[in-house]
């Protein structure tokens, strides 16, 4: 299960405060470095759990806390508060665009869940407004992406433009662009190409289908089991493509917590979605306060 251990360790910290009857500013600094601890093996930037830490300390060693009746209930609340602003506070909508299309363009490491990612956000945007979406398969690098994404376009009944993968990846989309244009489709959503690793050679791929399409959204895919290298991916991402938000899959798996804790301080950029499954309605806005509930347990 998601944020177990992380689960764990908050709650043990907690519990040695609710034990006490009075809280002393020493009981808070033991607290503090058992939540600490408990952050960084949950894989959170290591910048981000210092200022946590700072703030969450500064406010619960206030008088207002310490002399409270309930001091450990304070404290609880002020961790779960600071949790829900690193995570970037109220949840974020797609961008849209005022005229139609909305241009989505997918990113990220392969594997990462992109193709996946692409249909399942078809899928919401016709359940919640009845839109007219088309997806357009542009990972010339891996034929079986391209047939993916169409399998995907069959089960949704969205139609997916390809061009198999002989041709450059820009003129693809353009192409895709036009018959959208003529088809009148009020969203666009681009399948890119993934690779293992960040390298100059996909970044610049990336930038020319950016400069071509002018996207509303240019959304970056991770991997939440990765932990720390879903914040560094996103952050190499956001540098080269200046992204508009991120979206996390695979919160099904035992990830630890790291990455959604993380992103949002360290790109400054908002998750907007989490995945959380492998199905295609398996997709769900992310609201930093729900997710703060969920790792407190
Ligand atoms: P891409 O290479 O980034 O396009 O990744 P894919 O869309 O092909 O996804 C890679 C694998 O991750 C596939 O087996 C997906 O079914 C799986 N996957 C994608 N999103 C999720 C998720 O939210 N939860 C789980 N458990 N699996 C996912």
Redesign the pocket.
């Given at each position: 299960m998601a944020f177990e251990g992380l689960t764990q360790r908050l709650q043990n910290a907690f519990n040695g405060l609710r034990r006490k009857g009075k809280v002393s500013e020493s009981d808070v600094r033991d607290a503090m470095r058992e939540i600490r601890l408990a952050l960084l093996e949950a894989d959170v930037n290591f910048d981000v759990v210092k200022q946590f830490v700072k703030t969450v300390r500064k406010q619960a060693i206030g008088s207002e806390v310490l002399n409270s009746l309930t001091p450990a209930q304070q404290i609880i609340k002020i961790v779960n508060d600071e949790l829900v602003k690193v995570m970037g506070d109220a949840a974020v909508p797609l961008n849209k665009s005022a005229h139609i299309p909305t241009i989505i363009m997918m990113v990220?490491?392969?594997?990462?869940?992109?193709?996946?990612?692409a249909g399942k956000l078809a899928k919401r945007l016709i359940a919640q407004e009845k839109a007219r979406p088309l997806m357009i398969a542009a990972d010339v690098y891996r034929p079986a992406?391209v047939d993916?994404l169409v399998t995907i376009g069959k089960q949704l009944e969205v139609p997916v433009f390809e061009m198999g993968t002989d041709h450059d990846p820009v003129d693809i989309v353009k192409a895709g662009l036009a018959e959208a244009a003529e088809h009148k489709n009020d969203y666009v959503i681009i399948?890119t190409a993934?690779r293992l690793e960040i390298d100059e050679q996909l970044m610049q791929e990336l930038s020319r289908i950016k400069a071509l399409a002018q996207p509303d959204e240019i959304l970056l895919?991770v991997d939440a089991m990765t932990g720390q290298v879903a914040t560094q991916v996103a952050e190499g991402f956001n540098q080269q493509l200046d992204l508009t938000g991120v979206v996390l899959?695979?919160?099904?798996?035992d990830t630890r917590g790291g990455a959604a804790l993380s992103i949002r301080t360290v790109t400054g950029k908002p998750i907007k979605f989490v995945?959380?499954?492998?199905k295609l309605d398996?997709l769900d806005v992310f609201y930093p306060d729900r997710m703060a509930n969920r790792i407190l347990g």
């Open positions: 990220g490491l392969q594997g990462a869940g992109k193709t996946t990612t992406a993916q399948d993934g895919v899959t695979k919160l099904d798996g995945g959380q499954g492998e398996q």
